[in-house]
Every structure is written in C-alpha cells, then in structure tokens.
C-alpha cells in the first residue's frame, strides 16, 4: 500500500499544462516559419479570385491600382474643382460649387466598386487620347467648353 503524500512515478494531470503550452509554442513558431519560407519562395499572397474576375466585379485588382480614397481625391470633382480654381479664373466660387461641372471637367468614367462606385473627371490639364476610326468633323464633345476641340482626319 503507498504512502499518501509519496511521489508515483509517471505523467500526472498537475504536469499537463506545460506540455501543452510548449506544444502549442512550438506549433505557432512552426507555423510562421513555414508562411515565411513559402512568402519568400512564391512572393507576396496570391488573392482568391483571378484578374478578370476581380476587375468585372469592379473591385480592387491588387498593389498598384489606386483604391476609393486616391481616386476621390485625385480624380474626383474636387480635385477638377481645384485646378479650375487657377485655370478658369473667370468661373466664381458659387459657379464652381454649384454650377455645372461641364464647365471645368470631363467626365471619363467609372472607377470600382460594386455597390458604390466612383466618377472619374479629368481636369483641365490632363490630357487625353482619344483614338477612333478616321472621319472628318470629329468632336471632343465631352470635353469642357474651354477644352474642347475639332479633330479632322482625312475621311473616306
């Protein structure tokens, strides 16, 4: 018969604790070693959803496409407003604010998101290509009244 108090060899509840934490330590650490040596072999984390897919459903395409907020302040009326401010001094606060934005922008078109999506407008010093089948007589006419020009071409 043992004594009580007498020390039984072997694994005791009061012991399994530690080796459960020092498992849980080695596994987190195994872990981490093995997403860093995969980043580091394959690159930055691949998204879930191919290009084309991310692109219809009009969301973020990945690092170096400008999100909601770069478009906003770089491509949105307020920035257009800003330039129009120095390049259109004849236009008055009140009519830059609440007149119609055809006067110092042009509206290029759609930027992502699903629900929300976001009006992209070119101001008055950007510049942009337009590239259509050659005819004669060919108005800009989306252009603002200050920016808008004839092409001619050579027609058939």
Known sequence: MARQGAAVPGVHLADLDRWVAAVVVVLAVAVVLRAGCLRLAYGPRRPWLPFAVRVRLR??????????????????????????????????????????????????????????????????????????????GKTQGYMPPSAGSVTSAAGR
Do not use: D
């Not at 006067?103 to 590239?131: C, D, K, N, P, T």
């Open 59 to 136: 969301m973020r395409p990945g690092p170096g496409w400008a999100g909601r907020w770069r478009i906003w302040r770089r491509h949105g009326r307020p920035a257009a407003r800003k330039v129009a401010r120095h390049a259109r001094p004849s236009l008055s606060r009140s009519a830059l604010r609440y007149g119609s934005w055809r006067q110092y922008a042009a509206f290029v078109g759609w930027a992502q998101g699903w629900a929300w999506r976001r009006r992209v407008y070119a101001h008055l010093e950007s510049l942009i290509l337009m590239v259509a089948a050659p005819q004669e």
